[in-house]
């Protein structure tokens, strides 16, 4: 069995919340390095550094027996923009998901913002449809360094649109931000692990 587990937004007070007992069990615990060092240091030999590219990250797994215990940890939550629909597809009849809060979720909660109404999406290694996007009441999406807050926000003002834009950098973590702003004040900056929601601006 492959138990895909999702540790959250990040910081420890969030991992493996009721999944300790599925890592002790495990003969191997895949994830990056960072997800690793979210292990008691009983459990670090475990841990297997996984590859980064898909193609490789298959053939390791296919190197492990079937009967193999396996854990591999991933951020927030896996089947949203995760590692988990993947995984499924690969391995049908061998994954199980175990859900984390992710990061979407946390900046919600953060700003309280209802999710009922949410489209979710993401900008990692695609260009987003931002004429959808733009068409939407409440949109949240996790970007990457391509497509960003700045971006987002010259797509509203292109458009002649009044959106809010929130922005979540390194959320969960002691150095978290969160800004709320009218697409025109948001600035071409790097910004760091970052959520962003385009809200309408009566929120």
Same mark, same amino acid.
Request: net charge negative.
């Given at each position: ?51 980064? $590219? ?83 009441? $409440? ?18 003002? $292109? ?32 910004? $760091? ?11």
């Amino acid at each position: 069995m492959i138990d895909v587990i999702g540790i959250g937004p990040g910081n420890p007070v969030y991992c493996l919340v009721g999944q300790l007992d599925r890592c002790e069990q495990a003969d191997y615990i895949l994830g990056s390095e960072r997800h690793l060092e979210v292990l008691p240091a009983s459990l670090r030999e475990k841990g297997v550094i996984a590859p980064k $590219k898909l193609k490789d990250l298959e053939a390791l797994l296919e190197t492990y027996p079937v009967e193999a215990s396996i854990v591999y940890l991933v951020s927030g939550d896996p089947l949203i923009y995760g590692l988990g629909k993947w995984m499924s597809e690969k391995f049908p009849g061998r994954v199980r998901i175990l859900s984390g809060i992710s990061s979407m979720q946390y900046l919600a909660s953060k700003v309280c913002l209802p999710m009922n109404d949410a489209y979710l999406t993401s900008s990692h290694a695609k260009l987003p449809n931002f004429d959808l996007i733009m068409s939407l009441p $409440k949109v949240f999406m996790v970007t990457d360094a391509h497509v960003g807050p700045y971006q987002i926000a010259q797509e509203v003002l $292109k458009r002649g649109l009044k959106r809010k834009i929130i922005i979540g950098e390194h959320l969960s973590y002691e150095d978290e931000e969160i800004s709320i702003l009218a697409a025109e004040d948001v600035v071409d900056r790097d910004y $760091k692990m970052n959520v962003v929601v385009i809200v309408d601006e009566g929120y």
